[in-house]
């Protein structure tokens, strides 16, 4: 490394290194997704889709028999396999002729207003951008609209989806040209769809960050419209076409965040139960109080629906982890959700190729294992997803 320094400024080799990266990445990523080029979703056999839908196996037979579901592919063994389309579709015709039709579209209805929820911490690595797009695919699976909004300039989040921000969005295209004070486009411009059915995404890239330095320019000028409402503006134009939007947010407290937060109906708030994260997380707590109750003198009550907490990366025969969650249960009580999201090596061996655990087909995981980190993570999406219902004033999704 020295040999390299003396030779070229750090600069240069920073540089290099990013390159050579990015470069190496973008092969990777290539090879793992030919012959497409692009990520695609697997189909999902009927024990999936059962689960999904609340749809028992022995109706779903019947209703293909009568000819009321369409027609799906079969593998070798004869089983049919669904997409994420055929799915939905067949979530409508449920909707027209089964009983309790209602329970089979959970999106929003006339009256209802578009949940945004910011999936928030102070510190890195609280699984907060694999919380989102857990969830955002989970939901999206379950029939709800959904836009996935990456408001990190790292794109983690943009990433899972297949793109490579700093490649794909050198010249623009990202979260950041809806939210800039110079000549915004209309969030329609920048959302993209994915290929997960019902599933768009409005990417970041690392022009993002400079809406920190341009909030605090606009701030000391008087800008128009402030922080306080460009995502609020944003969304405003494409509100009718989503019932959820999930937002992935920065581990730090700056600008970017609280305009995520102020747009929000909703936080989600993640913590690993030990000392060091907990305490962490007290001080973002601590720090977002103060901060939300100067906003509010100046815009007014902030109207959340709800704030609940999230325990990941949970490891359940860890001793000082299982006191720590206790201890954040006696605390914060009913706003820490019931079901933690577990660690686990198949979300990690997932990420590996930019996959998410309802991405991964089942005959690549261990059975157990697969199972394991299925109950938690549609545990922890099932329980949430009750919140949001009742954010519409429904008992349950």
Known sequence: MNQIVNSQSIAAVISANASRLSSALNDHMRNSFRPESRKTLRKFHPAEVSELTGISLSNMRTRHQEGDFPEVETDARGRRMYSAEEIYQIRHVMARTGRNGDAYLPGRRDGDALQVISIVNFKGGSSKT?????????????????????????????????????????????????????????????????????????????????????????????????????????????????DLVIIDCPPQLGFTTMTALLASTGLLITVIPSMLDVASMAQFLEMAGETVRTLEEATGPIDWAFLKFLISRYEPTDVPQSQMAGFLRSILLDQVLNTAMLKSTAISDAGMTQQTIYELDPSQVVKKTLDRILESIN???????KTIQQAWGRESG
């Open 379 to 385: 545990g922890v999406a099932d329980e949430f997803e």
């Open 130 to 242: 694999t919380t989102a797009v857990h969830l955002a695919q989970r939901y999206a699976l379950r029939g709800y609209r959904v836009l996935a909004i990456d408001m990190d300039p790292q794109a983690s989040l943009t990433t899972m989806f297949g793109y490579r921000p700093e490649i794909e969005f050198v010249e623009g295209g990202t979260i950041y040209d809806a939210l800039r004070y110079e000549d915004p486009l209309p969030l329609s411009q920048v959302i993209r769809k994915t290929y997960f059915h019902n599933l768009d995404l409005a990417p970041a890239g690392l022009m993002l960050s400079e809406y920190e330095t341009e909030t605090a320019y606009a701030l000391q000028h008087r800008i128009e419209p402030s922080f306080t409402q460009r995502l609020v503006i944003a969304l405003d134009e494409i509100e009718a076409n989503y």
